[in-house]
């Protein structure tokens, strides 16, 4: 049955690729994870549909991910298919105030193609690793922006396989939240609304922005950005700090000295390292202060 999957898949998609028992280290930005069994990167929105339509047919299990940003993927792999949005589905247009872009372009790009036509308003996503997709379906945000102030609408597949465009307001966009996987959405592109600015004071503020990152953010080693949201009331990093976990290690992984907000891979890390400090850090902060860590990280494979 494995066998007529593959072939299928590989006749239903001409313009983009199919893999298999690709390392998903590959692919996340934790640089850790076994091999997806069946991996593809669709060339156009039809491909896309096409194959989740034969996983479901053939009863094999399927996950959509774009830049792994915000993904710990287990040390065992995923026994099924990875769908990864990500270059051949990362188009960007802009016309007057309009931004409109696919969900693999990165938000790095539309930023500076924002900046590029005068338009203000995307400096904040400027540093965020990921792609459009996966920030609108956790309404990403930063430094005081977030997705939901610029965005006019949507274009996602439905589970019943329709495409549909859906306004903002209709997206339920709050802190790191959004419908999308709550109606099992696959953001496909979504269309943004700018402000003109002067090109150079947008590029300044991009600049300080990215400073700041340096400055405070473990960059320099893989990780997926902040580990945890932020509790209401609190701030998740200091919790961590005031319990004692700054530091706190675990094989390759580790509880960053410069912010500990952030689980990192400081060499060589399994996934079950990783996976293991975060509960320990939820448990730790649990018991001392009463607040539940919710990550912003999405568990696959374990």
């Not at 593959?6 to 091999?35: D, Y």
């Not at 589970?159 to 953001?187: K, N, T, W």
């Not at 990215?210 to 320099?220: D, F, V």
């Amino acid at each position: 049955m494995r066998q007529e999957f593959i072939r299928t898949l590989k006749e239903q998609i001409k313009e983009g690729a199919v893999m298999e028992q690709e390392p998903m280290s590959r692919h996340t930005s934790f640089q850790v994870g076994g091999p997806a069994a069946f991996f593809v990167e669709p060339g156009n929105r039809r491909e896309l549909k096409a194959a989740i339509e034969l996983a479901g047919e053939q009863e094999v299990p399927c996950f959509v991910t774009g830049n792994g940003t915000n993904l710990l993927v287990s040390d065992e792999g995923y026994d099924g298919l990875i769908i990864h949005i990500g270059k051949l589905l990362s188009g960007i247009s802009v016309s007057d105030n309009l931004v409109e872009a696919e969900a693999g372009a990165s938000l790095a790009k539309i930023a500076r193609a924002a900046h590029e036509h005068g338009l203000s308003g995307m400096e904040f996503a400027a540093g965020i690793p990921g792609s459009l997709g996966g920030a609108v379906a956790m309404n990403a945000g930063a430094y005081g922006g977030e997705m939901k102030d610029i965005l006019i609408d949507v274009d996602v597949l439905t589970p019943e396989g329709e495409f549909l465009r859906v306004p903002a307001g209709q997206m339920d966009l709050s802190y790191r939240h959004s419908c999308v996987f709550e109606r099992d959405y696959i953001v496909l592109g979504a269309r943004m609304s700018l402000t003109p600015g002067d090109p150079r004071q947008i590029l300044d503020r991009m600049n300080e922005l990215a400073a700041r990152r340096r400055e405070k953010q473990p960059l320099e080693y893989p990780s997926a950005g902040s580990t945890f949201k932020r509790p209401e009331g609190y701030f998740a990093g200091k919790l961590i700090q005031d319990a004692g976990l700054k530091g706190y290690t675990v094989g390759g992984a580790q509880v960053s000295e410069k912010h500990s907000g952030f689980v990192i891979n400081k060499g060589g890390a399994e996934a079950e390292e990783i996976r293991f400090l975060i509960r320990q850090v939820q448990k730790k902060v649990g018991r001392q202060f009463g607040v539940m860590l919710e990550t912003e990280v999405r568990f696959l494979g374990f």
